[in-house]
């Protein structure tokens, strides 16, 4: 059964539209960068990825700060005041950016911006963040180049009531299925490969139904070509160079 899916899916993929690259906290395995740093994001647009990926977390006194763990140099974010955090350093040099930095310098490129909202032990506090991250997109016009990911299933609601109509939000935890999300308004999955390799048949059945599909994060050529072959839409790795390689014609 899964050798037939497979032939399917290679055949649909001939015929599919082009699949995009996203880098997965931006471009940061380049020369000069760092995970969710302003250089990863310009690095990604460089190279022409269609997107870019980072994580956003709001601060006890209301600072969106892009980071991908809860805690960085020891410092839980969420429960911290932004002066314990604003003149930490990443790897590269670079101070540990807002949201704010990070969606200015994205105004200026064109790759896609997708906002990851992590999951917050307040959900007082997450939704908050929810508000205030869409608020903030609507502050600078970013609303045509934001989508919004969560692993939070009530975050993700959050987004989809406080975003634009028509704004892409996507799930990542990976235990429902695409006809699950789609009375939710959710634009599509966007799951671990481990996840998507069990479950190839919710491809086409996202697709079906209208939605997108992404799988995360993709670093090996096998996994690569498992998803170029089933045709998926996205897909997001922290070697976007050899994806592209992968996918030129």
């Known amino acids: 059964m899964r050798?037939?899916?497979?032939?399917?899916?290679?055949?649909?993929s001939l015929?599919?539209?082009?699949?995009?690259?996203?880098?997965?906290?931006?471009?940061?395995d380049a020369e000069g960068s760092a995970q969710n740093s302003?250089?990863?994001?310009?690095?990604?647009?460089?190279?022409?990825?269609?997107?870019?990926?980072?994580?956003?977390?709001?601060?006890?006194?209301?600072?969106?700060?892009?980071?991908?763990d809860e805690a960085y140099g020891g410092v839980l974010i969420e429960t911290a005041k932004w002066k314990?955090?604003?003149?930490?350093?990443?790897?590269?040099?670079?101070?540990?950016?807002?949201?704010?930095?990070?969606?200015?310098?994205?105004?200026?490129?064109t790759t896609k911006l997708i906002v990851e909202m992590k999951p917050h032990n307040s959900k007082a506090q997450e939704q908050e963040a929810a508000r205030k991250i869409v608020a903030l997109v609507k502050k600078l016009k970013l609303e045509d180049r934001v989508e919004y990911?969560?692993?939070?299933?009530?975050?993700?609601?959050?987004?989809?009531?406080?975003?634009?109509?028509?704004?892409?939000?996507?799930?990542?935890?990976?235990?429902?299925?695409?006809?699950?999300?789609a009375p939710l308004g959710m634009a599509g999955i966007d799951y671990n490969i481990g996840v998507m390799r069990e479950h190839p048949q919710w491809i086409d059945e996202?697709?079906?139904?209208?939605?997108?599909?992404?799988?995360?994060t993709v670093n090996s050529d096998r996994d690569m070509q498992w998803c170029i072959n089933y045709g998926v839409d996205f897909i997001t790795t922290n070697a976007p160079e050899r994806l592209q390689q992968l996918l030129a014609p």
């Open 3 to 12: 050798k037939f899916l497979f032939i399917i899916a290679v055949l649909g």
């Open 206 to 216: 996202a697709h079906s139904l209208g939605m997108k599909v992404n799988v995360w």
């Open 149 to 181: 990911i969560t692993f939070s299933y009530q975050g993700m609601i959050w987004l989809k009531e406080l975003a634009p109509q028509g704004t892409p939000v996507y799930y990542l935890n990976g235990e429902l299925s695409p006809s699950k999300l």
């Open 38 to 68: 302003i250089s990863s994001l310009v690095k990604a647009d460089s190279i022409g990825a269609w997107g870019s990926e980072f994580d956003v977390w709001m601060t006890a006194d209301g600072v969106l700060v892009v980071n991908h």
């Open 15 to 28: 015929v599919a539209n082009a699949q995009e690259v996203i880098c997965h906290r931006g471009y940061w």
């Open 84 to 109: 314990q955090l604003k003149n930490m350093r990443l790897k590269n040099g670079e101070k540990l950016p807002t949201l704010e930095q990070m969606l200015k310098c994205g105004k200026k490129l």
